[in-house]
C-alpha cells in the first residue's frame, strides 16, 4: 500500500495503491473520488478491493495536495472539472495510463468505479471508449453526459443510485439509459428505493438529501463486484 505520483501534462498527481499479494500481473481497479478529492475513505475502498485480487487505484482529480472539506461546500474545486469535461477525461485518463503502465497491472484488464463527483468521472471514463477499460460503475454519480461517447461504449456500465436521490432525479435515469443504448454499451442502473444521495458514505447525515444506507451500500457493493468478476 503506497502513494505514488503521476503525471498529466506537467501537472503532478498523487494515487494510493493497494496491491494483492503475490507477482502479478492483476486486473486493476480506479477508484475515482467524490467532490473533496481523494482521502482516506478512497483509500480503504482501494484496500477492499486488494483483498479481493484486484490492483485497486485511488486516483486524483484536483492535483497533488489539493483536497477539499469533507464538511464543506467543494464545488470551487469540482465545479471547474465539471465544466470542461474535455480537461476531465484528459486528467482521466492520464490516471488510467498510470495505471496500464505498473509493472504488476494487467492493463488488459482494468475497470473505474467512482461515487458522487466519481461517479460522472467513472462514466466519463467509459465515453472515451478505452478499450483498455472492460466495465465502469457509478455510485450514487451524476449522469450528464458533457462529452457525450467518443464511439461505442465498449465498458459494460453500472448505475447504482438511490431512487430518492435529490441530485439525479428520475428521468435523469431514463436519459443514461437512452444515451448508453445509443452508445451500444451493456449497460445496467439499479435503483435503490428509500435511498437517497451519498448512500454508500457511512458519514451521510443530511436528512432528505445524503443519507447513509447500510442495505444499499450493502446491496450496492455485491452488485459492483459481481460485474468486476464477469468482466476481469
Known sequence: MTLFSYFDGTDELEAYLALPAGDGPFP?????????????????????????????????????????????????????????RAALRQRLLAAVDAAAALGKVDANRMAIIGYCFGG????????????????????????NPGLGASGPITAKVMAL??????????????AL????????????????????????NEHANAPGTAMYNPAADKRSWA??????????
Open 28 to 84: 486493476c481497479v480506479l477508484i475515482a473520488p467524490n467532490w473533496v478529492g481523494q482521502t482516506a475513505w478512497d483509500n480503504a475502498v482501494a484496500d477492499k478491493l486488494a483483498a479481493l485480487g484486484y490492483a485497486a487505484m485511488a486516483i486524483d482529480v484536483y492535483g497533488k495536495g489539493r483536497r477539499g472539506d469533507p464538511a464543506g461546500d467543494n464545488s470551487g474545486l469540482m465545479g471547474p472539472w465539471v465544466g470542461d
Open 120 to 143: 460522472l468521472c467513472a462514466l466519463d471514463v467509459a465515453r472515451a471508449c478505452d478499450p483498455r477499460v472492460k466495465a465502469a460503475v457509478s455510485f450514487h454519480g451524476i449522469y
Open 161 to 174: 443510485h438511490g431512487w430518492e436521490d435529490p441530485y439525479t432525479p428520475p428521468q435523469d435515469h431514463h
Open 177 to 200: 439509459a437512452a444515451e448508453m443504448t445509443a452508445a451500444g454499451a451493456d449497460w445496467q442502473i439499479h435503483a435503490y428505493g428509500g435511498t437517497y444521495h451519498s448512500f454508500t
Open 223 to 232: 452488485a459492483m463486484t459481481g460485474l468486476l468478476a464477469e468482466t476481469l
